[in-house]
């Protein structure tokens, strides 16, 4: 009995490092998904929290235009480097490229007392630059757009 189980332990080796070979790609697709993931909700809730930041900053701070309706022009630089810096001056991005042409795009509305800012962003994955195009020259885009809008009305000073 004693040569049995020793002759089938011989026969058992080396199987453990052929089943992780075979599991290994698929525990590492699923671990950097659900870090792309997390990190995609993690700049998502960074962006509808400068959007309400900067929404919340235009409505305390917008002038009363000639005609009765909201005028915004003063004060559009400093609600642009809210969304894009978190702050009145520009500083560090908190997200990533938003410098970048293309990458955010602003949009500030007014309409009698409420006012409305859209902004939509363009994620960009991490691992995108190491994705080729399988079956042509061109790069596969895996940008994805995330938006967040916020409405607020104007508080009378």
């Known amino acids: 009995m004693k040569t049995l189980t020793y002759k089938s332990r011989k026969n058992q080796q ?3 490092a052929i089943e992780l070979t075979i599991i290994l790609p698929f525990f590492l697709l699923l671990f950097f998904a659900t870090s792309e993931f997390g990190r995609l909700m993690y ?15 235009a409505t305390s701070h917008a002038s009363p235009g ?6 915004l022009s003063q004060i559009s630089n400093e609600i642009n480097n809210i969304i894009k810096y978190g ?8 997200l990533p490229n938003v410098d970048q042409d293309g990458v955010m795009t602003i949009v500030v509305s007014e309409s009698d007392d409420l006012i409305t ?9 991490i691992f995108a630059d190491f994705i080729p195009g399988f079956f042509s020259d061109t790069e596969i885009n895996l940008n994805f757009p995330i938006s967040a809008q916020y409405t607020m009305r104007v508080i009378d000073v």
């Open 66 to 71: 000639t005609t009765g309706a909201v005028d």
């Open 14 to 16: 080396g199987v453990a």
């Open 43 to 57: 700049q998502y809730n960074a962006l509808t929290k400068t959007v309400r930041d900067a929404t919340r900053f």
């Open 117 to 125: 800012i859209a902004v939509t962003y363009y994620w960009q994955p």
């Open 87 to 94: 702050q009145l001056t520009p500083g560090t991005s908190l």
